[in-house]
């Protein structure tokens, strides 16, 4: 049988993590850490609480159970593989459900956006492309562009590798990295060159992320 591109990605995954309760478990651990830096990463780019946000493989709202209070009710919308993933967060996670609307709460493993609103004003992929090869990463990007027309900046992380065919590399937070499979490194050019051909304007940040993830900030092309 073929290995899938991702582990989440595996017959019964979600429902066998969901079953053993281990919705925090299974999105990466570094839990509050990790959602403190995201949360960071989208203030420090300017997003306030009248803002829209799109968390983008938001699993189980390790980021959403900080954005939900900040935002105004009904301004964060997410993303994951499995919808059942999310609303446990939804449960467990957040101290006042009803500001999240569950409909805004979709199942797209494809990047399609199915149902989110165009006008979104941020959106955030942390730890999604890590775990899909690199056509994944572009066929996203070019879906987002024109879905979200409105967006001010998008983020998301990925793995870099000076030589990524090479083989396996490990990066600074010690996790080893892989050409052809997850967790995923690619070139920083190649990232760069993929954002331009879809319509956006790419920057690679200096800071240091969970795992050696490297921070990509980008906006809209003119």
């Known amino acids: 049988m073929a290995r899938p591109a991702s582990p989440y990605l ?13 919705h925090r478990d299974i999105v990466g651990g570094r839990w509050d850490e990790t959602g403190r830096i995201q949360m960071q990463i ?7 609480p009248h803002h829209r946000l799109l968390d983008i493989g938001a699993g189980s709202l390790r980021l959403g159970c900080k954005a939900v209070p900040y935002l105004n009710p009904g301004h964060y919308w997410a993303t994951d593989a499995s ?15 009803e500001r999240l609307p569950e409909d805004h709460l979709i199942e797209d493993s494809r990047f399609a ?17 890590t775990h899909l090869p690199f056509a994944e990463l572009q066929a996203a990007l070019a879906q987002m562009r024109p879905r ?43 990232v760069e060159a993929a954002c331009a051909r879809t319509g956006w304007q790419a920057t ?9 993830q490297v921070l990509i900030a980008a906006t809209p092309a003119p």
């Open 204 to 212: 690679a940040s200096q800071i240091m992320l969970p795992r050696g």
């Open 83 to 97: 919808r059942a993933l999310m609303l446990r967060g939804r449960a467990v996670e957040l101290a006042a459900p």
């Open 42 to 48: 989208l203030q420090d780019a300017g997003m306030l």
């Open 148 to 190: 979200l027309p409105h967006l001010k900046h998008l983020v998301f992380t990925v793995f870099l590798s000076p030589d990524p065919q090479s083989g396996p590399l490990r990066q600074p937070d010690g996790v080893v990295t892989h050409p052809d499979r997850p967790p995923y490194h690619f070139a920083r050019a190649e």
């Open 10 to 22: 595996a017959p019964g995954f979600y429902d066998t993590a969901l079953a053993k309760g281990r």
């Open 113 to 129: 956006l199915p149902g989110v609103p165009p006008d979104m004003d941020y959106a955030i992929a942390f730890g999604v492309f």
